[in-house]
């Protein structure tokens, strides 16, 4: 899986289709931190590479792959959609949002 596999899903669910509100750049900060939150919580979500550190290294490019199994992806789009409504939590439907994406975070979790 990678940052541009999973981009256009994350837009879907936060209605920016036409990044208007939310840069690539800032959509993939946002994937490293849930990249980071998942291996947090399950280690054995990073396949393929021997686990010396449990921080996965910084998506950079387009064609970087997620150190996480595309099990993963729905995690990862509640993540960053959590993320991106936080910005603006001071307007009650976007903290709704906030909060109901992080509830879908952790429920993909198994919390």
Same mark, same amino acid.
């Given at each position: 899986?990678?940052?541009?596999? =999973?981009?256009? !899903? ?12 939310? @840069? !690539?750049? &800032?959509?993939?900060? *946002? ?14 979500? %990073? *396949? +393929? ?5 449990? &921080?996965?290294? #910084? ?7 997620? @150190?996480?199994? !595309?099990? *993963?992806?729905?995690?990862? =789009?509640? *993540? ?16 709704? #949002?906030?909060?109901?994406?992080? %509830?879908?975070? %952790?429920?993909?979790?198994? +919390?």
């Amino acid at each position: 899986m990678t940052p541009n596999d =999973i981009l256009t !899903d994350i837009r879907s669910a936060i209605s920016d289709e036409s990044s208007v509100r939310w @840069t !690539d750049a &800032t959509l993939r900060i *946002y994937m490293f931190d849930g990249e980071t939150a998942i291996v947090n919580v399950h280690p054995e979500a %990073q *396949y +393929g590479t021997r686990v010396v550190n449990s &921080t996965p290294a #910084l998506l950079s490019a387009n064609t970087a792959s997620f @150190t996480v199994s !595309d099990s *993963y992806r729905s995690a990862m =789009i509640h *993540y960053v959609a959590f993320r991106v409504f936080g910005e603006d939590s001071e307007d009650a439907a976007n903290a709704a #949002l906030s909060k109901h994406h992080f %509830q879908l975070f %952790q429920a993909s979790m198994g +919390g």
